[in-house]
């Protein structure tokens, strides 16, 4: 397989309600889109999951679509390599900037899976036709309306509930929602808001029976965690401090974490994403997809992701209608009365990807060839 032209287009794509976390709120999606092209009629999609400013990760839409246009797609271009896991090997010289690298390597996988005539998912040795499904839930105005959204959510059947936590909006919600759903599964990210010195709070919320709480000390530590997860018996779930296959060893062996939220861009793709996946298995340590405000491509490429094995507890992967006014892939993503996903039976990514909306959405468009 040779890729002979990588098309980029940022598209915006306004959110249908604003999702806010301890580090911002978002309204509008700025995404980066990738397209590759085989110069035999063969094409793929991957998506760029870099956020809006480099608030969640050093990442951003503008670092992104730079350092795709300038190194990656360079890098990338008239290899002739063996498959789509020949693609994160030859960007090696390019240190950090995954959520660039995976938009491309993603998208070459969905090229391949499409020539090969198999659904991604299968293709990636995915074994789960079904895949569970879990909502995050960002901050909102009120508890009243956190109580509404979580109602609601429930209804449609997502299996798990994750609320967004910062300080002034952590043990106070959480005592409420407990309170009102006393049964359900329930946890926390705190996208980094915290110290080792809000250790207490985090025993005290031992008591609401968490699933897990997510990622509560600085996006680039294990060694707090470690600290931490010794003081509480509520499971910590590490998000932002796995950034490779290495990480996710080291954070198992220091014992700062017992689940694992694995994120496509954030790990650098695919391939990157099943090493992860490899090692939350075979040491035990459950792990699950998680979500970036993807639109349908994204999102197709997280369905595919999940399906692996190692993926034993309900994603942050939902229906596109709880994001979208009208998505860029058709059908949306929907999801079944028991809060699960299909995974979709056609070649690639397995669902049709909407150009003459992409083309309305794009702001900027680049070829490299
Ligand atoms: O920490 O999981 C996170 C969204 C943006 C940045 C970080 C996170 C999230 C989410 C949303 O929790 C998950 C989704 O619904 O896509
Ligand atoms: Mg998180």
């Not at 990588?6 to 889109?33: K, Y």
């Not at 569970?132 to 059947?157: F, M």
């Not at 009102?180 to 809000?198: K, Q, V």
Request: glycine share 8%; aromatic share 6%.
């Amino acid at each position: 397989m040779l890729i002979n032209r990588v098309e980029l287009r940022e598209i915006r794509l306004p959110l249908v309600h604003f999702f806010e976390t301890s580090f911002g709120r978002t309204t509008e999606r700025r995404i980066v889109l990738v397209r590759v092209h085989d110069g035999e009629g063969g094409e793929g999609w991957g998506e760029c999951t870099a956020g809006e400013g480099p608030f969640y990760c050093e990442e951003w839409t503008e670092s992104a679509w730079h350092t795709l246009k300038t190194y990656l797609a360079p890098m990338v271009l008239g290899h002739e390599i063996d498959g789509a896991s020949g693609i994160f090997p030859l960007m090696k010289a390019v240190r950090g900037n995954r959520m660039a690298k995976a938009a491309l390597e993603t998208a070459c996988w969905d090229l391949e899976a499409k020539r090969a005539g198999v659904p991604l998912w299968k293709h990636l040795g995915g074994v789960q036709s079904e895949i569970a499904c879990g909502v995050s839930i960002g901050i909102q105005d009120t508890i009243e309306q956190l109580l509404e959204k979580i109602e609601l959510e429930l209804n449609a059947g997502y299996q798990r509930i994750k609320i967004k936590i910062k300080p002034g909006w952590d043990i106070n919600v959480l005592e409420k929602v407990r309170a009102r759903f006393p049964e359900i599964r329930l946890m926390g990210d705190a996208n980094s808001a915290y110290s080792l010195a809000d250790a207490p709070l985090f025993r005290a919320m031992d008591e609401f029976d968490l699933m897990m709480i997510e990622q509560p000390l600085a996006f680039d530590d294990m060694l707090d965690h470690a600290v931490l997860q010794k003081q509480v018996k509520t499971p910590i779930c590490l998000d932002e401090s796995i950034r490779t296959p290495a990480d996710a060893g080291h954070a198992i062996d220091l014992k700062a974490c017992r689940i694992i939220n694995v994120k496509l861009g954030r790990v650098g793709g695919h391939s990157e994403a099943q090493r992860v996946e490899r090692i939350c298995r075979e040491r035990n340590i459950a792990a699950w997809c998680g979500g970036m405000l993807e639109s349908g491509i994204g999102r197709a490429h997280n369905i595919a992701m999940a399906t692996l094995k190692g993926f034993t507890l309900p994603g942050d992967v939902s229906a596109s209608s709880r994001y979208w006014e009208e998505d860029i892939i058709d059908p949306p993503v929907t999801i079944t009365p028991n809060g699960t996903i299909i995974a979709p039976d056609a070649p690639g990514l397995g669902f049709e990807v909407n150009r003459q909306r992409i083309e309305r959405l794009t702001v900027r468009q680049e070829v490299v060839e």
